[in-house]
């Protein structure tokens, strides 16, 4: 389980009582986070970053399909409302979004569709290219009309097993990092279905999951 965690200087450290340390570098906008305000579309309604719980179901993005569908938040990556930190604010036709320089954004060429998506980082993000924003059950292409620099407080990830979530109806990864993107996520794929198969074999067994499957399930504090 989390034992502490702390973030200063640029650097978040988390400690666990299995005496696994992970550091992550906050850098200039948490790593990989979205601010407090930013919105999330649940069942019965939107919900701000800030208020959403481990459990809640999300609109996120079926990739195979195309499809803006719901799942589960399964933990957070980021969880701090203490921090404040400088943010990329990307202005599109009637949406914006406001998120950490590296985190990964999907950006289309404007009128090439969506072969085109390539995952940037959002300070890389420019005017003239193309954000992919719901329109009812599928995505769309929104021309980028500016992309600047914002502050505010509070620094949220949430972790979906897709890898995607819609904020503020604009489809998003849950990551950061090019060269680590499917690595993290087939990562964590791979460690809901071990915490699954333990789970199921714990009701007729005494043997304890290992150590590594608490990773995940510890960030959602």
Same mark, same amino acid.
């Given at each position: 389980?989390?034992?502490s965690?702390?973030?200063?200087?640029?650097?978040?450290?988390?400690?666990f009582?299995?005496?696994?340390?992970?550091?992550? &570098?906050? @850098?200039?906008?948490?790593?990989?986070?979205?601010?407090?305000?930013q919105?999330?579309?649940? =069942?019965?309604g939107?919900?701000r970053?800030?208020?959403?719980k481990?459990?809640?179901?999300?609109? *996120?993005l079926?990739?195979?399909?195309g499809?803006?569908?719901?799942e589960?938040?399964?933990?957070?990556?980021?969880?701090?409302?203490?921090?404040?930190?400088?943010?990329?604010?990307?202005d599109?036709? &009637?949406?914006?979004?406001?998120?950490?320089?590296e985190?990964?954004? =999907?950006?289309?060429?404007?009128?090439a569709?969506?072969?085109s &998506?390539?995952?940037?980082?959002?300070?890389?993000?420019?005017e003239?290219?193309?954000?992919?924003?719901r329109?009812?059950?599928?995505?769309?292409?929104? =021309?980028?009309?500016?992309?600047?620099?914002?502050? &505010?407080? @509070?620094?949220?990830? =949430?972790?979906?097993k897709? @890898?995607?979530?819609?904020?503020?109806? *604009?489809?998003?990864?849950?990551?950061?990092?090019f060269?680590?993107?499917?690595?993290?996520?087939?990562?964590?794929?791979?460690?809901m279905?071990?915490?699954q198969l333990?789970?199921?074999?714990?009701a007729?067994?005494?043997?304890?999951?290992p150590a590594?499957?608490?990773?995940?399930?510890?960030?959602?504090?």
């Amino acid at each position: 389980m989390l034992v502490s965690s702390n973030c200063a200087g640029g650097q978040c450290t988390c400690k666990f009582d299995d005496k696994i340390t992970i550091d992550w &570098n906050k @850098g200039a906008g948490g790593g990989f986070c979205f601010s407090a305000d930013q919105m999330l579309t649940t =069942p019965t309604g939107a919900v701000r970053m800030d208020q959403l719980k481990v459990g809640q179901q999300v609109l *996120v993005l079926n990739e195979a399909t195309g499809q803006a569908v719901f799942e589960s938040v399964d933990s957070f990556i980021h969880r701090r409302d203490d921090i404040k930190t400088n943010f990329v604010r990307i202005d599109a036709e &009637n949406v914006h979004l406001t998120l950490s320089p590296e985190h990964l954004l =999907p950006v289309v060429e404007c009128g090439a569709g969506q072969s085109s &998506n390539r995952l940037r980082y959002a300070k890389d993000a420019l005017e003239g290219q193309c954000l992919l924003v719901r329109d009812g059950d599928h995505v769309h292409e929104t =021309p980028i009309t500016a992309v600047g620099t914002t502050v &505010n407080t @509070g620094i949220y990830a =949430p972790l979906t097993k897709s @890898g995607t979530v819609l904020v503020n109806g *604009v489809v998003a990864s849950c990551y950061s990092k090019f060269e680590g993107y499917y690595v993290q996520n087939s990562f964590y794929r791979t460690l809901m279905q071990l915490q699954q198969l333990f789970a199921a074999a714990a009701a007729h067994s005494t043997i304890d999951p290992p150590a590594v499957l608490h990773l995940f399930e510890t960030m959602t504090v």
